[in-house]
């Protein structure tokens, strides 16, 4: 949701017309996914902490990472537990 608030906001900025249109959303868009997808499938927790490690590697500090999911540190840690 805080994403959604953010994009709103920046196109309010940015937009260059007095409604959004789908031109203005392709610089929030990005072209192709960043997270590696798993290859077989696998459950919605399994997803979640592949997820949780990518983002923690890339980010340097669990702090970063809660912040950049948009969860509580302790909320991660609950989630990481046992990884």
């Known amino acids: 949701m805080r994403e ?7 196109l309010s900025i940015l937009g260059k017309h007095r409604c959004a249109i ?3 959303l392709q610089w929030f868009v990005p072209t192709k996914p960043d997270f590696p997808m798993p290859n077989e499938l696998v459950t919605l927790r399994e997803l979640e902490k592949q997820y949780i490690d990518w983002v923690l ?8 990472a809660a912040a950049i999911l948009g ?7 609950r ?4 990884s």
Do not use: F
Request: charged share 30%; glycine share 6%.
């Open 4 to 10: 959604l608030q953010h994009v709103i906001e920046r």
């Open 57 to 64: 590697a890339r980010s340097g500090s669990k702090a970063r």
């Open 22 to 24: 789908a031109a203005d």
């Open 79 to 82: 989630r990481t537990r046992g």
């Open 71 to 77: 969860v509580d540190p302790s909320t991660l840690y």
